[in-house]
């Protein structure tokens, strides 16, 4: 039961480099969403998705891109890193985006931009 | 919009201590709560969730937390804490999307 799988568990890129956080939940889950983590700050929401097609900006969206073309994966896209964007990035999913079921969560990339 | 407030960035209690970490919840209608542990380089483990009904809800680790619509808090509790409840909880309101708190360093003194 691998439940939210993240790849890679670290990356380091130099800035204006381009890469994409992979994320792919196996529970048939309709709601998936990215976060970031940083000191002081909490999980601040990226963006999310309320099923295959459908996607939507989070708290800070800025500098990030997302698809979603199939129910299972929800990539990440960065499109010019920039230090400021160092960080560590969770993937979660839930069964539904209304409330009634719980988040689970990826186990995390740590990304640097140097 | 929603938003979620835990009031204390750090908090350290002793072992065998009692433990109340805050949260304070804006939404206009009946949010769905929940309150997440993350142990040092892990992800978040679900440790108890408010949908409806009795205000009190219990989890696991011994946790519990009470909603108070008045208060528009969400206030979790442990009577008796151990060492290894040493973590970061977070606080997390859905209506729509799943917006968290800054989050509450605990720290535990033997």
């Known amino acids: 039961n691998a439940g939210v799988t993240q790849t890679p568990k670290f990356q380091v890129l130099k800035t204006g480099q381009s890469m994409t956080l992979q994320c792919a939940q196996d529970m048939n889950h309709e709601y998936m969403s990215w976060y970031r983590q940083d000191p002081g700050m909490g999980l601040r929401l990226i963006h999310y998705?309320?099923?295959?097609?459908?996607?939507d900006q989070g708290e800070v969206p800025n500098g990030y891109n997302v698809s979603r073309s199939t129910t299972e994966d929800f990539p990440l896209r960065l499109l010019s890193a920039a230090p400021s964007q160092t960080s560590v990035y969770f993937c979660?999913?839930?069964?539904?985006?209304?409330?009634?079921?719980?988040?689970?969560f990826g186990n995390g990339t740590r990304l640097t931009v140097t | 919009a929603q938003s979620v407030t835990q009031p204390d960035i750090h908090i350290t209690v002793s072992e065998g201590a009692s433990l109340e970490l805050r949260c304070n919840y804006s939404y206009g209608a009946t949010p769905y709560l929940f309150w997440y542990v993350q142990s040092p380089g892990q992800g978040l483990q679900l440790l108890l969730k408010y949908f409806s009904g009795d205000t009190l809800v219990q989890g696991i680790k011994g946790f519990e937390a009470e909603f108070k619509r008045s208060q528009s808090s969400f206030n979790l509790r442990k009577p008796s804490v151990h060492w290894s409840d040493a973590a970061e909880y977070f606080c997390?309101?859905?209506?729509?999307?799943?917006?968290f708190g800054t989050g509450t360093r605990l720290k535990v003194l033997a």
């Open positions: 998705s309320v099923g295959a097609g459908i996607t």
């Open positions: 997390a309101v859905v209506a729509y999307k799943y917006i």
């Open positions: 979660a999913s839930s069964r539904g985006g209304q409330g009634d079921s719980p988040l689970h």
